[in-house]
């Protein structure tokens, strides 16, 4: 037997109250996105990750802005663990560099141990180089070596835990020196040389580009020569175990849910292919492209244990 119009309504009119009484379900993104970088503004990682940011907020409609938070000698690490005690909801984004992931559980901070974060994706390989002054009395790294064997040197980096700086350190060991003395600095360009405050700087060429023909580029750190600096050769050409990649990525807590990974993920590599950043990358010789977060994995899990071989050299082991 079928319901009545009037019963029909009445038994409608009852479930409106209910249904009345559903919470809606928020759709990503519906408030402000924050894009953490623990780095100056100023360097590829900062531009790049701000172009990100408009095209986000273009796409959706949603304030998105960059946030810098260096961490001095701390390097990206207490930066990183701002986003590591964020809500696992997409609305704290970290764009980190490979030693967030690789180096942060060591560092002894609570919040990133065990390693409290996922890859969104990987967009950016540095153009990392060791600069000195072109005054300086050595031009390549075995002058450096012979010079150093009996006078200091001071080195300036980013943080001594960062891989940059283990990779330099590890090639010092390579070739017989250890540096009479060093430093990490919130920012490493033209200033810093000049200024007399590092002898020698562990830098991305995008920051020494000011003052590029004052300026020796005695090797750079990555998988292939960087095009502005072609005679310049790689770390792992001099020391082909020390062949290791500086990049940069997007992280979201652990449980994000996938949905709104593949949102950000969508800007982002959006963004990556962009005319905007393919000219970026001529101007400063930096590799930029879109990893997704498979492909991001195993690339983490691989530099992993190439890093492993670095701290033995430095170790001595």
């Not at 060591?106 to 996922?118: C, H, M, R, W």
Request: net charge negative; charged share 20%.
């Amino acid at each position: 037997m079928k319901p009545t119009l009037p019963l029909l309504a009445g038994l409608l009119g009852l479930g409106l109250p209910l249904l009345a009484s559903q919470p809606a379900v928020a759709q990503y993104p519906e408030k402000p996105v924050e894009f953490v970088v623990p780095f100056p503004p100023g360097d590829l990682e900062d531009v790049l990750t701000r172009m990100i940011a408009d095209e986000f907020q273009k796409t959706y409609g949603v304030p998105a802005a960059v946030v810098n938070k260096p961490g001095g000698g701390g390097g990206p690490f207490p930066g990183a663990a701002e986003v590591a005690q964020a809500p696992a909801d997409g609305y704290t984004i970290g764009s980190f560099v490979i030693d967030v992931p690789l180096v942060g559980p060591q560092t002894g901070i609570p919040a990133l141990d065990p390693n409290p974060f996922e890859p969104v994706g990987i967009f950016l390989t540095y153009p990392f180089v060791i600069a000195a002054s072109k005054d300086a009395p050595y031009k390549t790294i075995d002058d450096l070596a012979a010079y150093a064997k009996d006078n200091d040197v001071a080195l300036g980096h980013f943080g001594s835990l960062l891989i940059p700086t283990q990779v330099t350190f590890a090639l010092a060991k390579k070739k017989g020196f250890d540096f009479g003395s060093e430093a990490a600095f919130d920012a490493l360009d033209c200033n810093t040389l000049a200024s007399g405050d590092a002898d020698v700087i562990n830098t991305t060429l995008q920051l020494i580009l000011p003052c590029l023909d004052q300026v020796n580029v005695m090797a750079s750190i990555g998988e292939k020569r960087i095009p502005l600096i072609p005679d310049t050769p790689t770390v792992g050409e001099l020391e082909p175990d020390l062949d290791l990649a500086l990049w940069n990525g997007l992280f979201v807590k652990n449980g994000t849910p996938d949905d709104v990974r593949a949102k950000i993920a969508a800007v982002a590599e959006k963004v990556m292919q962009s005319d905007k950043a393919k000219k970026l990358a001529e101007q400063t010789g930096a590799l930029i492209y879109w990893q997704d977060a498979e492909a991001a994995q195993k690339r983490i899990a691989h530099d992993s244990e190439t890093l492993g071989t670095v701290a033995g050299l430095i170790d001595g082991n």
